[in-house]
């Protein structure tokens, strides 16, 4: 691919410290010279061994994406980024998207970034409040919806194909195609693709960009292989377990609480040419592990982001995935999105006195010699 003009596809010429996947991957992405360079600094977020969490989940080598890292805190920020500069290329002045919130809070910050309008259509009651915080804060429109997130993205479909209004959610291919640099990422971290990624499915957008993207660099030999595929469901959500629609999908993980994946079968192909597995893990798996990777690494994940991982210890546990495996758990989004599903509004610390003789004795210290 050669379009040397655009500013923001000089690969060979890009600085190493660039920021923003359209600067670091501009040679993999559909960039013209037209296309603005848009960022946030998304991208380039850790990959951290995960050796406390390896042992639970039982395998032997395990690394942690944590997409919780990126300026809004998803992973949603990777596709947002081209699917706005696209928009906005092709002359669009406002987006809409329907969110079950991770998007909404990407579209409304790269709307604001780029200095166009940004329309979210929420489905009511099920977002998490720091979700809907971002939104209102970068100033778009957020309109509560009476249904739930399959029929907000419908409407949302019906308004961007009959008005002037561009569709930035995931069934938009350049969502898809800023997503594959997650997995270029990963490769070029451990200097190969990994055995075993598994991640949470809701819309079957992510899991599908993870495919393309590790196909994409095995086909430019900057890896050897392609990654078997954990897609993790929520049990009462899990339309690509049971190979039928949800009609009232049910989840403590709002971020996959979808009962008719947009992506359903790009997302099949996926997983099933990998030689993975769709699992369903029930909403206390999905806490567990929430809560294990936050006390066993110190990584602060929103509940949806934990069900790959409780996935990936089943399929350890029943054989489909060896303990020898190098595995890939993608934590999806930031747990700060989410925090009364940490604490409960009614946590109320005990209040003790501001005395350190008496402080030492509640915490059992041992006095110096
Ligand atoms: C959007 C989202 C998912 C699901 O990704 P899909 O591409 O819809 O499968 C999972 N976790 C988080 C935190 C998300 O925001």
């Known amino acids: 691919m050669q379009s040397a003009t655009s500013e923001v596809t000089r690969s060979s010429t890009t600085p190493r410290t660039a920021r923003g996947v359209l600067a670091r991957y501009a040679e993999f992405l559909p960039l013209t010279a037209a296309t603005p360079a848009l960022s946030l600094a998304e991208g380039d977020t850790p990959l951290l061994a995960a050796p406390r969490l ?45 969110s079950t919130g991770n998007t909404s809070a990407s579209a409304a910050a790269y709307a604001a970034r780029a200095g166009i309008e940004a329309v979210v259509l929420l489905p009511a009651g099920k977002v998490a409040r720091g979700k809907l915080a971002q939104a209102i804060m970068a100033g778009a429109t957020v309109i509560t919806l009476d249904g739930n997130f399959d029929q907000a993205l419908s409407v949302a479909r019906d308004l961007a194909r009959d008005y002037r209004v561009a569709l930035v959610n995931s069934v938009n291919p350049h969502r898809i195609a800023g997503q594959t640099t997650a997995a270029f990422e990963v490769c070029d971290v451990l200097g190969d693709a990994p055995e075993v990624v598994a991640l949470p499915v809701g819309n079957g957008g992510n899991v599908t960009a993870y495919s393309e993207g590790f196909r994409i660099y095995r086909d430019a030999n900057r890896s050897t292989r392609m990654p078997m595929f954990i897609g993790a ?68 994940c929103e509940p949806a982001s934990a069900a790959g991982i409780a996935a990936l210890r089943i399929a350890v546990r029943n054989g489909r995935v060896a303990p020898g495996m190098r595995a890939v758990c993608v934590l999806t989004g930031n747990g700060l999105k989410d925090p009364d599903r940490a604490v409960p509004e009614s946590f109320a610390p005990a209040i003790l006195p501001a ?13 110096l010699s």
Not at 78 to 91: D, F, L, Q, S, T
Not at 261 to 267: G, I
Not at 355 to 367: I, N
């Open 233 to 300: 469901q929520a049990a009462g959500a899990a339309p690509l377990v049971h190979g039928a629609p949800v009609a009232n999908p049910e989840t403590v993980a709002t971020a996959i609480r979808i009962g008719n994946p947009a992506s359903w079968k790009s997302a099949v192909n996926a997983v099933t040419s990998s030689g993975g597995e769709f699992s369903a893990v029930t909403d206390d798996e999905i806490l567990e592990s929430y809560h294990k990777v936050a006390e066993l690494e110190g990584v602060f």
């Open 355 to 367: 005395d350190a003789a008496e402080l030492a004795r509640q915490l059992h210290l041992t006095r």
């Open 54 to 98: 390896a042992k639970w989940i039982g395998v032997d080598d395990l690394h942690l994406k944590y997409e919780g890292a990126n300026p809004s805190g998803s992973f949603k920020d990777r596709g947002m980024v081209v699917a706005v500069a696209k928009a906005i290329e092709a002359g669009s002045t406002t987006i809409i998207c329907a």
